[in-house]
C-alpha cells in the first residue's frame, strides 16, 4: 500500500482485504493487521506481506499454514511469482509490486476469480515502469 491515501481510494471502489507491509506507516499499521485469513465463497485464503513461497516458507508464516489454506497471498520481495505447492497442495501468489518503492523493472499486479471451490481466470497486469 505504502499510503493511507491509496487504500481509502481503494477501499471506496471495492469492498479492500489488506495487510500491511514493511513499508508502511502506523497510519496503515493501525487500519490492517500483519496476517489476514478468510473464506471467500469455499476457498480459505491467507495474506502476509512476509511469507516466502513454497519450498522457502518464512517462519513467521508457519504457524499460519497449519491446516493450509487453499490459497496463500504474500509479497514482501517484489517478484511476481504464482506456484502451486505439492506437499500443501495450496496455490501461492505473489503479485510482484504495483508501487514506486523498490527495485523492480515493472509494476505488476494479479487478477482472479473465486469461483465456487476454483480459482480461475488468472491473469497478470502490467503497470509498466
Known amino acids: ?6 487504500a481509502q481510494r481503494f477501499a471506496e471502489l471495492k469492498p479492500l482485504r ?6 508502511d506507516g502506523g497510519d496503515l499499521r493501525r487500519l490492517y ?8 465463497e469455499e476457498v480459505e485464503v491467507l495474506m502476509k506481506h512476509i511469507g ?3 519450498g522457502h516458507y518464512d517462519r513467521s508464516v508457519l504457524p499460519y499454514l ?11 520481495s517484489h517478484i511476481l511469482k504464482v ?3 505439492e506437499r500443501l497442495q495450496l496455490l501461492h501468489i505473489n503479485p ?5 518503492q523498490g527495485w523492480q523493472s515493472v509494476r505488476t ?7 465456487g471451490a476454483d480459482i480461475k481466470d488468472l491473469e497478470v497486469i502490467e503497470l509498466g515502469k
Not at 493487521?33 to 471467500?40: G, K, M, N, S, Y
Not at 491446516?67 to 509479497?75: D, K
Not at 510482484?96 to 514506486?100: E, I
Open 66 to 76: 497449519n491446516p493450509a489454506p487453499a490459497l496463500f497471498i504474500s509479497g514482501h
Open 1 to 6: 500500500m505504502c499510503s493511507y491515501e491509496h
Open 33 to 40: 493487521p500483519e496476517v489476514l485469513r478468510w473464506r471467500c
Open 109 to 115: 499486479l494479479v487478477r482472479f476469480t473465486i469461483d
Open 83 to 85: 506456484q502451486y505447492d
Open 52 to 54: 516466502g513461497y513454497p
Open 96 to 100: 510482484g509490486a504495483a508501487g514506486l
Open 18 to 23: 489488506a495487510v500491511c507491509g514493511n513499508c
